[in-house]
Structures are given as structure tokens and as C-alpha cells.
């Protein structure tokens, strides 16, 4: 199992998966921020944009990502911006600070879902002094709380994991010293190369073979033991790590991270509490019909969704999923696949 949203894209992108003997199977996990942001985090940047005289900032993926909510009603943030809504697409931390500052009479919220590489540089941003008018609605995620969760399950799904390179560079390779110390797999970090990831299949393949599980680092040009020292300490100082809500799957303990109450002049959160709707944590997570708890956590390919290529397309997203660039379904779609398969467990 992969990861990693990037991992998934190279591995499409250079047919990876369609070298791989038929006795290997390739599975793509937990790797995509925006497909697993609880629906009431997305729900709740929707209403903010409608109802508060505020610029709404997000990264682009964001903006096409569906709630479940009646056709009369704003369903997306792009949506909410046809309505009249103030949202603009951003693609970093720093662009939401120009934005604060080219307008510093107005409030800006930066909705910022993201792994430990998203978080870490919105906590650098905070860290370093925000403007006073800029406030972040986060919904950061820790990546291996999921594999965890996953691994204590009855039924993990995976025999050896690939460990995303960008997560790892921020955090250290020790966080996934744990799948073999207490679980007994293979692991291996890799890059976004076709080598590097090959890299690691072969070595968790050779380990499966030897019996001889360990942790292998693939990427050894950027993943250093310990990780950015500086990032993980502005991390720390800002956030606090939290239960927290993944779309379709539930809640995993100690998974997300939440602003410390020293920031709370840029919590979103505490700033605008009324928008908060626990009601929806029980609305249904993910829209009828779609199967993206199921492809998030590997246990359908994304082309066993029976919604796969007919409901659900780029253009037409059904699921979170077919909209981010890191979704499992999109990037499938990107690589032509187009078949939707019916297997036994799909029935
Ligand atoms: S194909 Fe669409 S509806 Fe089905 S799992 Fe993927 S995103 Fe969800």
C-alpha cells in the first residue's frame, strides 16, 4: 500500500502498476488530504463564505469538493462563489498572506486542509507573525495514525507499506518504525521518482521474500533521520495534536492537529464558532452512492465504484476522490483508465 496522493500519480503516471506481476497487487491508501476533510469542515467554510463579510481563502482542489446538502444550496465552495461568495484558490500559506495584506481592513480565512507537509509551513506562517486580519480554518491530518488505524484493524488489507517521502522529510523516518517493531511488515520510504519508488517496491518485495522486515529509506537524498528539526519545533509550537475526523471513515485518535489556544487571534474556528455544526458530523459523510471511504482506505480500486466513470467524473465529481489532484479516482481517470470493474467484494 501506497500513501501518498503524489506516490499514486507517479506510479499511474508511469504504468507502474501495469508491471507489476499479477501475484503483486499495488494498493493506494489514506494519501489525500481533501478527499478524507470531515463534510462539516467543508460545510462549515461554505457558510462562512456565504454569511460572513470575509474573503474565504482555499487551496484550488478544495473549491469543487462536494457536501451533501439539497440542490438549492450552495454545494461546494465554487458554488458558494457563484452565489456571490468572496473565495479565492490559493496555492500556499504565503499567498494568503499577500492576500490579508493587500486587503487589511477585511478578514481573511484561509481554509487549509494538509498532511504534516501542509500544516508544518501554516504553523511557520503563524509562527513567524500572521497578519492581524488572517485566520486559519485548519484541518490538518497526521498521516500515520490512519496507517495505525488501519493496521490494527482486523483485516489491515496491505503486507508491506510505501512510505511517503514529503511526510517523512518533515517528520523523520521514525514515524514508520512502528509498522515493523510492532507489526511485523516491510517498509520503505520513496521519493516521487520511478526509481526511487521502485526502489521501495523492490525492497519491501525482497524483505517479503527474506522474511527480514525493516525499515528502508529510498529517498535518502532528502528523508534525514529526525526530519526538519525547525519544521517539527514550529509544529509544536503552534499546534496540539487532536482527535480528529477523517470523511467516511470516522474518528482516529490523535490524528489531526488544532491550534494552540496562544493562537487563538488566528483560529477561525474560535473566532467564528457559530458556523460550527456538529449536527453534520452524523449527515452522512460521503454523498450517496459514492465509495470513496472504501477507495480510501484500499479496499476497492477506484474503478469499482459503481458510480466510476458514469456519475462520477472530473468533470461531474460525485466524491471527493474524482475532484482533488491527489484523489485516487481522479488520478485513475487522468491515467485512462476507464473499464469500471464488479468484483466479488463489490457485489
Ligand atoms: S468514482 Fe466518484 S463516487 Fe465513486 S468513489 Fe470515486 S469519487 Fe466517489
Known amino acids: 500500500m501506497n500513501v501518498c496522493g503524489g506516490h499514486e500519480r507517479s506510479i499511474s503516471a508511469a504504468g507502474l502498476r501495469s508491471a507489476l506481476p499479477h501475484e503483486v497487487e499495488l494498493i493506494a491508501g489514506p494519501g489525500c488530504p481533501v478527499c478524507v476533510c ?125 512510505a511517503p517521502g514529503h511526510v517523512s522529510t518533515v517528520m523523520g523516518p521514525e514515524e514508520w518504525s512502528f509498522v515493523v517493531e510492532q507489526h511485523g511488515l516491510p517498509a520503505a520510504i520513496a521519493g516521487f521518482t520511478s526509481e526511487s519508488l521502485l526502489a521501495a517496491m523492490y525492497s519491501t518485495l525482497r524483505q517479503l521474500v527474506e522474511e527480514r522486515p525493516m525499515l528502508d529509506n529510498c529517498y535518502p537524498e532528502v528523508v534525514k533521520p529526525g526530519g526538519n528539526a525547525t519544521a517539527r519545533r514550529q509544529l509544536e509550537r503552534v499546534t496540539e495534536v487532536v482527535d480528529a475526523s477523517w470523511r467516511g471513515i470516522g474518528v482516529i485518535p490523535r490524528s489531526g492537529f488544532a491550534l494552540r489556544g496562544h493562537y487563538a487571534a488566528h483560529d477561525a474556528r474560535r473566532r467564528f464558532p457559530s458556523y460550527e455544526d456538529p449536527s453534520r458530523k452524523r449527515a452522512g459523510q460521503m454523498p450517496p452512492g459514492c465509495d470513496c471511504a472504501r477507495v480510501v482506505l484500499g479496499r476497492i480500486y477506484p474503478n469499482e465504484c459503481v458510480l466510476y466513470g458514469r456519475a462520477c467524473t472530473p468533470r461531474s465529481p460525485v466524491g471527493p476522490c474524482m475532484v482533488s489532484d491527489e484523489g485516487a479516482c481522479r488520478i485513475w481517470w487522468a491515467g485512462d483508465i476507464r473499464a469500471r470493474v464488479t468484483t466479488a467484494a463489490n457485489c
Open 38 to 162: 470531515p463534510e462539516e469542515d467543508v460545510h462549515q467554510a461554505i457558510q462562512l463564505a456565504l454569511h460572513e463579510p470575509i474573503t474565504l481563502a482555499a487551496f484550488g482542489d478544495m473549491l469543487r469538493v462536494p457536501v451533501n446538502v439539497p440542490k438549492t444550496e450552495a454545494r461546494s465552495l465554487e458554488q458558494a462563489r457563484a452565489a456571490g461568495a468572496d473565495v479565492r484558490p490559493v496555492a500556499s500559506p504565503l499567498d494568503a498572506v499577500r492576500l490579508a495584506k493587500a486587503q487589511p481592513s477585511r478578514s481573511v480565512v484561509f481554509f487549509a486542509a494538509g498532511f504534516e507537509t501542509t500544516t508544518a509551513p501554516i504553523a511557520a506562517m503563524l509562527a513567524e507573525g500572521a497578519p492581524q486580519n488572517l485566520s486559519v480554518l485548519l484541518s490538518g491530518r497526521r498521516t500515520w495514525p490512519a496507517v495505525a488505524m488501519l493496521l490494527e484493524s482486523s483485516n489491515p488489507g496491505f503486507d508491506a507499506l510505501i
